[in-house]
């Protein structure tokens, strides 16, 4: 015979169950908000994180913005922009990239190209130093796309901080908006990316050579199991939304790499994705700038060791 408070017994239940699911939400609502105010508190602390390191493995910020922009537009106007970029960047080497594109994959995932012919795509670049030379500062300028590059070399010191990039960001991208006549912006990306090898952490390098790499950094480097060190290839990637603003995302990419300034290294990189949809305000898209290297900085405060960041020489003024 069923039980005529069998139903009621259920739907307490069922409260009971969807009250302790809200409640822990909350407490890991709670729990969250709190582990960041500490966060936020430490790091305003000048002992715990100073105002900036003297000699961080950066060798390079990138800061982009993506807003509409037609084919038709870019091109008319491209040349007196080019007039304009060279007053002030005066090597011209664009970038080419063939693209090809895959038809499909079969069965033993060997791919079929198009058999179209491949199409060429042109970025175009301006720096002040050649390639050759050794990149200093670049602007990258594709259809809808304002991007530039400050390289810094840690072997002299890596005097350069965001304020650098910040302050030529900030006078050149009013007159690409202004020039290109964009009115709306898709999203803006702001990325660092920091080089660890014998240059930048030389004490951090056992007698054959091998970086101990878990003890630079706080992710990706401890693997459970015995083992003589970590060995290429190494390519790690987490992505994180970010509490805010709306729309962001912080990606960190551990990977192994050998470039001209280092030479072999562990690139160490973080980027913040803000997407959104907006009017084409420098001065909003600059804040927004801020706010990712904001949250670049807190970041690299939690990925380094303490013994890490001890040796970029950390300063206080």
Known sequence: MTNPKTPR???????????????????????????????????????????????????????????????????????????????????????????????????????????????????????????????DWSLRCPVGQFTMNMHSNPAQGGSRRYSNLRDEYSKWLPRWLRHFEVGKIRYIT????????????????????????GQVITVFAHI??????????????????????????????VKDCLTHTTGAAVLVDFVVRIVGEFPADPDRIINLLDEAHAHIVKRFELVFTPEAKASFKPATS
Request: glycine share 4%; aromatic share 8%; hydrophobic share 40%.
């Open 9 to 135: 017994l259920a739907q307490i239940a069922c409260s009971r169950k969807h009250a302790a699911k809200a409640l822990a939400r909350t407490l890991a609502i709670q729990h969250f908000a709190k582990h960041n105010a500490l966060i936020a508190v430490s790091f305003m602390n000048p002992v715990e994180h100073p105002a900036y390191y003297q000699n961080p493995p950066i060798i390079e910020r990138v800061a982009s913005v993506y807003g509409d922009m037609t084919e038709e537009t870019f091109e008319s106007l491209f040349e007196d922009w080019r007039s304009m970029v060279q007053a002030d960047f005066p090597v011209y080497e664009p970038l080419k990239d063939w693209q090809i594109n895959v038809k499909e994959v079969t069965e033993e995932r060997i791919p079929v190209f198009d058999s179209t012919e491949p199409i060429l795509k042109v970025t175009p670049r301006f720096s002040r130093k050649s390639s050759q030379q050794g990149f």
């Open 190 to 213: 702001l990325h660092y990316v920091n080089a660890l090898s014998r240059i930048t952490v030389p004490d951090f390098h056992d007698s054959e050579g091998n970086l101990k790499l």
């Open 224 to 253: 459970p199991g015995e083992h003589e060190c970590l060995m290429p290839p190494l390519d790690c990637t987490a992505t994180v939304r970010l509490v805010g603003p709306p729309g962001a995302t912080l990606q960190l990419t």
